[in-house]
């Protein structure tokens, strides 16, 4: 049996720490302790400080690159210039919407949509977490519409059990594997996961 590796992580928020904790136990890892959830400029102003404590230990952090450079290398090299090797910066293009928008067929069963709705590459998608909600709009299921899509008249860019409804959907239905098919970037973080577990970087 292959042995658990442990690790420490740090997130933007509450779904990509489910997103990067089934992720890892995919790949036969084990979280520790979860540090951050308090956006992506927190993490920012704390990734050093994650970077020396990895000396004790291993770390993987995830971030969304959004639109803040057009591909990972720049953005890695903007954040952390020189990374300890017990340390992965992991990095969703461009959220981690994409990662799950990226496993079509079970994303369209869970929010009641045609297939045909599903970004064929969610990765290309300027802003995916967008992209969900207003696939949700067309749900045939009232209570997915009324937890994803914001209310008439709200500024809101989500519904109410936006994070609840996509946690619930990374539990129950989402496979690493399978999205990693539609979403280089996660296919990347799979590949260098496993290579980092097998003491190979």
């Not at 992209?131 to 914001?150: F, G, Y």
């Not at 296919?187 to 970087?201: D, E, T």
């Amino acid at each position: 049996m292959t042995e658990i590796l442990n690790v420490n992580i740090a997130v933007e928020g509450e779904l990509d720490e489910v997103v990067l904790k089934k992720l890892l136990g995919f790949i036969g890892m084990e979280v520790s302790y979860v540090y951050g959830k308090r956006g992506k400029e927190y993490l920012r102003e704390h990734i050093q400080g994650y970077n020396q404590a990895s000396q004790y230990g291993r770390w993987v952090i995830l971030v969304d690159l959004n639109n803040d450079a057009q591909c990972p290398p720049p953005f890695i090299n903007s954040w952390l210039p020189v990374r300890n090797q017990n340390l992965q910066l992991r990095i969703a293009v461009r959220a981690v919407e994409s990662w799950l928008l990226a496993e079509r067929d079970e994303i369209a069963r869970f929010l009641a949509v045609s297939k045909q709705r599903i970004p064929l590459y969610p990765e290309n998608e300027d802003k995916p977490k967008r992209i969900l909600v207003n696939i949700a709009r067309h749900s045939r299921n009232k209570a997915i519409r009324t937890d994803i899509v914001p209310r008439d008249g709200s500024t809101a860019i989500q519904g109410p059990g936006y994070t609840t409804r996509l946690i619930e959907f990374t539990l129950k239905c989402w496979n690493p594997e399978r999205a990693a098919s539609n979403a280089p970037s996660l296919r990347r973080s799979i590949n260098s996961l496993l290579q980092w577990r097998a003491g190979k970087r």
